[in-house]
């Protein structure tokens, strides 16, 4: 019994051609570069008095949740940053500090807004 050994074993000379990373990459982008405007708008509903307890949980909920989102865009999906360049964990850090700082500042501002009737 003869072993069929194919006639060119050599690997092919042609670059293999980069496939697509699909739509996931793409919307995780989306979500953590515009996460912050529903922060925003949450703030501004705390502000307005129509906020719950279930809305003043959002915000942390959210923040967290955006924090996370980027996380994973870095490690699992090859994040990068606005530029286009790779982002590493110290861009993460930057961002899950800077998230953190505007979900508290913005619920402060809008519990401060509301509480002295300023809208």
């Known amino acids: 019994m003869s072993v069929r ?5 050599q690997p092919s000379a042609e670059p293999e051609l980069e496939t697509g990373r699909g739509c996931l990459p793409a919307l995780v982008r989306l979500v953590w570069i515009f996460g912050g405007i529903a ?6 509903y705390i502000a307005l008095g129509k906020g719950s307890i279930l809305t003043e949980l959002l915000v942390p909920i959210l923040a ?3 924090i996370l989102v980027r996380y994973a865009d870095i490690r699992h ?5 606005l530029d286009n360049k790779p982002a590493t ?3 993460w850090r930057r961002y899950a500090v800077l998230i953190a ?3 508290g500042l ?4 809008g519990k401060f807004i509301a509480a002295n009737d300023l809208l």
């Open 89 to 91: 964990l110290k861009h």
């Open 64 to 66: 967290l949740g955006l």
């Open 101 to 103: 700082v505007a979900a």
């Open 106 to 109: 913005l619920y402060a501002l």
């Open 5 to 9: 050994h194919p006639q060119n074993s």
């Open 77 to 81: 999906l090859k994040g990068e940053t």
């Open 39 to 44: 922060l925003v708008y949450l703030a501004l």
